[in-house]
Each structure stands twice: as structure tokens, then as C-alpha cells.
């Protein structure tokens, strides 16, 4: 046994999309950081799709890079394509999506995360959580390194007793061509939390070369290039950008210097096509070959990206289904089969592949697979995702339950802030349903848990029209400038944005409508912005965009507040720790049991608990109400 000499004050186990932001987060903030990953050339991995953002995705990555995270200076630094999707519906459901060069994104985080102060980077399997009267204070390694922290993260992904599926043949693994990490789960299980098994999946991939792209739909890129980060200026070197806000980029450069773009001088095409009757035939006649659906895998998969087998068996009425062939780098001829996840065996694979338009003679490179894998129910989890259980043990990202690379590092980026927090004895960082996707993701799990792997939708957020992709800025950088997370430069830019918005909205309520607020005259939908008064010609885009939405929709808006105002009223009654549940007369099992288990904080959240009904909280408001009474006496 060998006892590390340096003890950190935060230590990250796992080197995926959540570890990253978790350490850069926590060094950032000026901790000792210590990030242990089995294969430090594999951090930040694209295990699935190389691609950033997406519907309500995109939202995460804007809300990462405006709490000061890396994913979206990355992503616009290797991105192959970059698109807005949904511009057709309300700003509301705008997403930003690229599609990146999966090595170029993932050495970009490793050199990220190796240049940064405060974190050391370092290669190890960990196989042993260090614990003692119920705190985590280190891990210990498969070499027999103990590492001394005063908090530890888990962000394992899919690699806790991980198993891939490809017909019957089953290979311990976290992901094609790497090991399995087995002991950690054990000694999770030794401290008291419960675990549960998922599952997901990938395609294949395929060579470029041997798919005939003439068969298909061309779906190329937007100029210009909706970029993911707040902060341009990173990306563009000084002399490539104006000082005004929303003025960054120099006419004689397209794209950010050194960046995938530049080096190959434009966006890439993905291409769209279809499945065939052929493809359906082939799968309903191999489906007992399929190891989800012969019994073999158990875990539970996600039930918003199915496998193309689930595809065929519940939608059997359509004709065919939608296949995006994505370009996996500029200097790889991968394509990923994005739409054709499948666990079936090889040779039924390379029948299945060649059903598709435009891939008859298509070579597979790598084969698709499926692979399960333990996660911690997170229920068991604090707001803050501090263990219940277990005081300064944090988890973030896939050990939660969620699906997503954008899922991931937003749970890790909040994990690293609240493990520094604790450290320095501070107040945790939690964010409500009405500030933040994150927050909405965050209390969806903590508060109703998930059987499935979670994925983010817009439709799961109340006042989406509130946490819009473009104003991830204004609602979360003072709390980036305030954890130490937003140099002070960026964060004077923001706030020089923030006051032209005003100012602009300002000049519009006072102009020649006299009287008539914004919100009134905008009320008859035949009003836009561009009917109003002049507007300033030296605004920034930015800047007249912003204006723009909060005009055309100020009545929408203004009902969207009044409703985060009417959920506050909930948010803001808090449940004393001193509450005992059992003793609650008329209480429902169900609701007792749940309320137990959970140990919400507020009333609102305790609402939002499944089978905890109205008449069951209006009990507790009652018990609580009388317990403070007595206290008061």
C-alpha cells in the first residue's frame, strides 16, 4: 500500500464530459484538484455521436459555457458543422448543435485540463472509496495508491460493471476496446447505496469511401456559424476582434484561429437517408437474435434514442425511418450511422447496414453494440448531488442516470462548485426550475429519480420561455463571476451587454407611443420589432436580438413571471429537518415512504414527488405550522 504525499482537496474519479467540468470547475475555484482517469488520451471521449448541443441540449451547453465551463469554447474550436435547429418555432426551442472531430475535441480537453492550475491529472482505475464514520475523505487505487482528499466526485459513466452486447457474445467493458471498473460499485454497495442497471447503445461506424452519397439528402452547415460560447474573444486571437460587444470577429477571418474550420476551410455536409422495407424484414427476422429482446439485457435502455430494433417493433406502421450519416472527424473516414443503434450480431449487422439507401456496399469499421452498466438511484442524492448517505461524496453525470454529454458536464460543473462550497463551509449552489436547465435537470432527478437513462427536453421545463439558449448569459454570469469562474474582463463585457439591452428597451418604452408600455402595444400580434421606432445602428447583433425576443413576446413573458412568482410562493417554504414524517396523522404510506426517502427541502419540491398528492402536503404544511408554534412558545 502507497499513500500519495499530496493531498487534494478535491478528488474527480472519471475523465468523461462530467469529470472534466468537475475538475476545471473545482481548480478554477482554487482547489487542489486531483482528476484520476484509467487512459488520460481517452478524457473527454465522444463514446457516441461526436456532436454538442442539440434540442434542450444546446440549452445545457449554453448555460455550461456561461457558468464559465469548457465544452463550448471546444465545441466551437473542433466543430465540423454547426446548425440551429428548430428556427421555424419560438425562440423558446432554438437549439445549437455541431457536429465535432471526436479526437480533436477530446485532445483539446486533455490539453486543457493538463495546462490548467491547481488540477493534476493522473492515470488510474480506482477501486475503492476511503471512508470512514460515514465521510469520504480519498479512493484507492487498483495499484494500491491511496489519494487523501477532503471530497471526492464519481463521475464513472458507463464503466461501472460495465457489459457490451453484440448478439450473445458479452465482453466486460465501459465502451468498445476499453476495461470494466468492478470493485467501485462494491464498495459503494458497503456504504450504503443502493444500485440499479441501465443500458444503452451505438451504431456502427462505417468508411466514408463505400457509401454512395448521390443516393442521399446533402444537409449542410449554417453560415454564419451559430457558435456555442459567450466568449469569442478566446477562440479569435485580440487583434481579431473589436472591444464592442457582440463585435468579435474580424471580416478577414471566418472562423477561430487554429480551429477544425479554419484548418480545413469550411464546414462539412452531414447527408440524411432512409431505412428500406428490406431493413424492417431483416430485423423481425433476426429479432431473437437480439440480446434486448432475448432476455439477456437486463438494465433498462432510454426510451427517447431506441435501438433501430425497437424502432421496427413498436412503430411498425412506418415505412421507413430516418438515418443522418455524420462525419466523425476531418482526418478520419468514419461515418457514424446515427438512427441504426442495434446490439444484434455482426453478420445480421452487415446484412442490416447494406438495407440502407445509399449504404448497399457499405464496410463497417467498428460494429454497433449495447452495454449496461450500474448507476446510483439519485434520489439518494442532495440538490447540491452530495450523497445523502455519505457527507463529501459527490456523483455527477451517468452514475446519476442520465444520458448525455451535455447532461454529464452540467451535473459535473455544479458537483465541483458545491464540492469547493462544502469545503469552505459555504452555502451550496443550487439552481431553481425557473433559472436554469440545469436546475431542471438537477431537481428532476434528486426529486423523482428515473428508471430509464434521463434525457433533457425542452418540454420538461415550466418556464422554457424564460431559459432560452441565448440568454443563458444573462441568467447565470454574475453567478459564474461570483464562484471565481468568469475572468473579470468577460464578466465587464457581459455587464456592458446587459446595460445596452436595458437601455435599448428603455428607449423603445419611452419613444413616440407615449403612454403605452412595451408589453401593450405588443399585444396586437401585428406589431413586431422592426415596426417600432428606429432602432440604434451601432447596437451589436447580440444586442438586437435579445431586444428583439424580449419585444415580441414582452405579453408572453410577462405571464411566464407572474407564474415563476406564483411557484416561488412554494420554493421559499422551507421543511425543517426536525419533521418526522411517521408522526403525521392521516399521511398516506406511500407519501410517507416517499417523503422519507427523499427528504424534500421545500414545499415545492415535495410537490413535484411522485405519490405525494395535495392532501398529503397540505398535512405537512399543517404539522409544520403547529411545530412551529411550539417552538415559538
Known amino acids: 500500500m502507497f499513500t500519495y504525499p499530496k493531498e487534494y482537496e478535491v478528488i474527480v474519479v472519471g475523465g468523461g464530459h462530467a469529470g472534466i467540468e468537475a475538475a476545471l470547475a473545482s481548480a478554477r475555484m482554487g482547489c487542489q484538484t486531483l482528476l484520476l482517469t484509467a487512459n488520460p488520451d481517452t478524457i473527454g471521449q465522444m463514446s457516441c455521436n461526436p456532436a454538442i448541443g442539440g434540442l434542450a441540449k444546446g440549452h445545457l451547453a449554453r448555460e455550461i459555457d456561461a457558468l464559465g465551463g469548457e465544452m463550448g469554447k471546444t465545441t466551437d474550436m473542433t466543430g465540423l458543422q454547426f446548425r440551429m435547429l428548430n428556427t421555424k418555432k419560438g425562440p423558446s426551442v432554438w437549439a445549437p448543435r455541431a457536429q465535432c472531430d471526436k479526437k480533436a475535441y477530446q485532445f483539446r480537453m486533455k490539453w486543457v485540463c493538463e495546462r490548467q492550475a491547481n488540477l493534476d491529472l493522473k492515470q488510474a482505475q480506482v477501486t475503492r472509496l476511503l471512508v470512514k464514520d460515514n465521510v469520504a475523505h480519498g479512493v484507492e487505487t487498483e495499484l494500491g495508491i491511496q489519494f487523501r482528499g477532503q471530497t471526492v466526485l464519481l463521475t464513472t459513466g458507463t464503466f461501472l460493471r460495465g457489459l457490451m452486447h453484440i448478439g450473445s457474445v458479452q465482453i466486460p467493458g465501459g465502451r468498445g476496446g476499453e476495461a470494466t471498473a468492478d470493485g467501485l460499485s462494491e464498495s459503494l454497495k458497503e456504504i450504503g447505496l443502493e444500485l440499479g442497471r441501465l443500458k444503452t447503445g451505438t451504431p456502427p461506424r462505417v468508411l466514408r469511401k463505400s457509401i454512395d452519397f448521390s443516393k442521399t439528402e446533402v444537409q449542410p452547415g449554417d453560415e454564419p456559424v451559430p457558435y456555442f460560447t459567450y ?56 429479432l431473437h437474435l437480439s440480446p434486448l429482446y432475448g432476455g439477456s439485457i437486463k438494465g433498462i435502455g432510454p426510451r427517447y434514442c431506441p435501438s433501430i430494433e425497437d424502432k421496427i417493433v413498436k412503430f411498425p406502421e412506418k415505412e421507413r425511418h430516418q438515418i443522418f450519416l455524420e462525419p466523425e472527424g476531418a482526418q478520419t473516414e468514419e461515418i457514424y450511422v446515427n438512427g441504426c443503434s442495434t446490439s444484434l450480431p455482426i453478420d445480421v449487422q452487415y446484412s442490416l447496414v447494406r438495407t440502407i439507401i445509399g449504404c448497399e456496399n457499405a464496410e463497417i469499421l467498428r460494429p454497433a453494440y449495447a452495454v449496461e452498466y450500474d448507476f446510483a438511484p439519485p434520489t439518494q442524492l442532495h440538490p447540491w448531488l452530495e450523497t445523502k448517505i455519505c457527507h463529501n461524496l459527490f456523483h455527477a453525470g451517468q452514475i446519476n442516470g442520465t ?45 423523482k429519480g428515473t428508471t430509464e437513462p434521463y434525457r433533457m427536453f425542452t418540454s420538461r421545463a415550466e418556464f422554457r420561455l424564460l431559459l432560452r439558449h441565448d440568454n443563458a448569459d444573462m441568467r447565470l454570469c454574475d453567478y459564474a463571476f461570483q464562484y471565481g469562474l468568469l475572468p473579470a474582463v468577460h464578466y465587464e463585457r457581459f455587464k456592458i451587454k446587459r446595460q445596452a439591452i436595458q437601455d435599448e428597451i428603455h428607449r423603445l418604452e419611452s419613444s ?23 432602432r440604434n445602428d451601432q447596437l451589436p447583433a447580440e444586442v438586437i436580438r435579445q431586444v428583439e425576443i424580449e419585444v415580441k413576446y414582452a405579453g408572453y413573458i410577462e405571464r411566464q413571471i407572474a407564474e415563476v412568482n406564483s411557484y416561488k410562493s412554494l420554493e421559499t417554504k422551507m421543511i425543517p429537518d426536525w419533521i418526522d414524517y ?46 412551529l408554534g411550539n417552538l415559538c412558545r
Open 582 to 627: 411517521d408522526s403525521i396523522r392521516g399521511l398516506r404510506i406511500e407519501a410517507r415512504h416517499k417523503l422519507r426517502q427523499i427528504h424534500p427541502r421545500t414545499i415545492g419540491q415535495a410537490s413535484r414527488i411522485s405519490g405525494v398528492s395535495p392532501a398529503d402536503l397540505s398535512l405537512v404544511m399543517v404539522w409544520i405550522k403547529r411545530g
Open 231 to 286: 466568449w469569442p474573444e478566446d477562440l479569435f486571437h485580440v487583434e481579431h476582434f473589436d472591444r464592442r460587444p457582440g463585435v468579435t470577429i474580424n471580416p478577414s477571418r471566418k472562423y477561430p484561429l487554429g480551429s477544425v474550420l479554419d484548418q480545413i476551410g469550411g464546414q462539412l455536409p452531414c447527408h440524411v437517408t432512409y431505412t428500406t422495407d428490406r431493413t424492417a424484414s431483416l430485423i423481425r427476422e433476426n
Open 403 to 447: 444520458s448525455g454529454y451535455e447532461e454529464a458536464a452540467a451535473q459535473g460543473l455544479m458537483a465541483g462548485i458545491n464540492a469547493v462550497l462544502k469545503i469552505r463551509g459555504l452555502q451550496p449552489f443550487v439552481l431553481g426550475r425557473d433559472q436554469a436547465y440545469t436546475g431542471v435537470l438537477i431537481d428532476d432527478l434528486v426529486t
Open 512 to 534: 413616440r407611443h407615449g403612454s403605452s408600455t412595451l408589453a401593450q402595444i405588443l399585444r396586437r400580434p401585428e406589431h413586431a420589432y422592426r415596426d417600432l421606432p428606429s
